[in-house]
């Protein structure tokens, strides 16, 4: 078993900045990648960003150049830098853990409007 609580989310203007924190408990050795999706109201979770316990990263061509993925393997923290943030990334942001099945926390809240 994974446990997963994220933290971070808030409101913030168009062109403003968050950064999401994610942090692992239980199994954590057993963790082969983790990633950041978001659910806007009415639309289906879709991902954002994603990285491997390699380091490998990848990205959805909405956030490319603007969010960055990170992951501190000593503090067991997943990050998501978001940057030049828009009204269209509004929504739950959900931090997910793959061990061969998937873990999810429970979503931090993100809106940026003016």
């Known amino acids: 078993q994974v446990q997963l609580l994220e933290s971070g989310g808030g409101l913030v203007q168009p062109g403003g900045s968050l950064r999401l924190s994610c942090t692992a408990s239980g199994s954590i050795f057993s963790i082969y990648a983790m990633g950041w999706y978001r659910q806007a109201p009415g639309k289906q979770r879709e991902l954002v960003a994603h990285i491997t316990s390699g380091g490998t990263t990848n990205y959805a061509d909405s956030v490319k150049g603007r969010f960055t993925i990170s992951r501190d393997n000593a503090k067991n923290t997943l990050y998501l830098q978001m940057n030049s943030l828009k009204p269209e990334d509004t929504a739950v942001y959900y931090c997910?853990?793959?061990?061969?099945?998937?873990?999810w926390g429970q979503g931090t809240q993100v809106t940026v409007s003016s």
């Open positions: 997910n853990a793959d061990t061969g099945g998937y873990y």
